[in-house]
């Protein structure tokens, strides 16, 4: 008995329509966007400066920092360890409450904030 030539290609066409999505179904999910956030000292001038650093991109106060911080995409990691030793007026570490205002406004742009916490 010889099958139409049409029956003989159903099973490979099934075959292509099939294994795209079960191979998706099985994907690894995305990994979200991680940064890393360091804080720099700088001792050119008379009092110590502070800048904030992402990857290969500075930011000299908050108000920037901020602005930067509201160009990464939803889900994204921010991870600081700042260290437990500090000079003094540190952004974002002289106060309990600039902190607590610096980790809202992450929550609000749905990025979320890793402190770890050193000493």
Same mark, same amino acid.
Do not use: H
């Given at each position: 008995m010889?099958?139409?030539i049409y029956?003989?290609?159903?099973p490979?066409?099934?075959l292509?329509?099939? %294994? *795209? #999505? ?6 690894? @999910?995305?990994?979200l966007?991680?940064y890393?956030?360091? /804080? ?5 001038a008379d009092?110590?400066?502070f800048i ?8 000299k106060?908050v ?6 911080l509201?160009? %990464? *995409? #939803?889900?994204?990691i921010?991870?600081?360890? @700042? ?6 007026n540190?952004? /974002? ?6 902190m ?15 402190l770890?916490p050193s000493?």
């Amino acid at each position: 008995m010889k099958l139409p030539i049409y029956l003989l290609w159903l099973p490979v066409i099934v075959l292509f329509a099939v %294994l *795209p #999505a079960y191979a998706q179904e099985n994907a690894q @999910p995305q990994s979200l966007p991680k940064y890393r956030m360091e /804080l720099v000292y700088v001792f050119d001038a008379d009092a110590p400066e502070f800048i904030f650093v992402i990857g290969n991109t500075g930011f000299k106060s908050v108000v920037s920092l901020k602005k930067f911080l509201n160009t %990464l *995409p #939803a889900g994204s990691i921010l991870e600081w360890a @700042p260290g437990c030793r500090q000079i003094g007026n540190e952004p /974002l570490l002289s106060t309990e409450q600039e902190m607590e205002d610096f980790k809202a406004f992450c929550a609000e742009k749905n990025i979320e904030f890793v402190l770890i916490p050193s000493g």
